[in-house]
């Protein structure tokens, strides 16, 4: 990843504010954008990666290449997201299966391509499989195998991802 900095689209905060509010210098990526207010612990993003306004990226977590993470998602410490991975305004993301566990964190995979739906929650130690879509509102609390849909609560396989394709008509 390239050690240029990106943007940091400000309303009334410059970078000295922000680096009050995250208590550390955040550097971004070339390419990379990340909407104020939001928090950002991390310093892993890849380049092209956009987060949107009141997201809340925890320590320690990985972001790939060319993400989109939209407002107000929470991704806890310690994820791993892959590269071209979406996710959607409202998504929870969370490492603590049954909390407090003071540190001894679960934390979860997001594998390259994938999407995660708005108000999605994933469940602490699970695996989001490549090209996989979790559907808006589904709670998970297992892995989802690579490009399988699945939705509800607790979310089950609905279709494979070439007949989600064929409904969106992008195949």
Known sequence: MSKQKGTLLCSHASWESMDELAGRKIELPCGAI??????VATQTIGVGTVIGALAHIGR?????????????AYIA???????????GPGAVITNDRHPPSNGRWSPIMVADKAIIGANATLVAGIRIGEGSVVAAGA????????????GGNPAKFLMGKSEYEHRRGTE
């Open 77 to 87: 410490d310690k994820t791993q997201i892959g590269s071209e991975v979406f996710i």
């Open 60 to 72: 320690d977590v990985v972001i790939g290449d060319n993400c989109r993470i939209q407002g107000t």
């Open 34 to 39: 990340a909407w104020w207010p939001c928090h």
């Open 139 to 150: 709670v998970v609390t297992k892995d989802v195998p690579p490009n399988e849909v699945w």
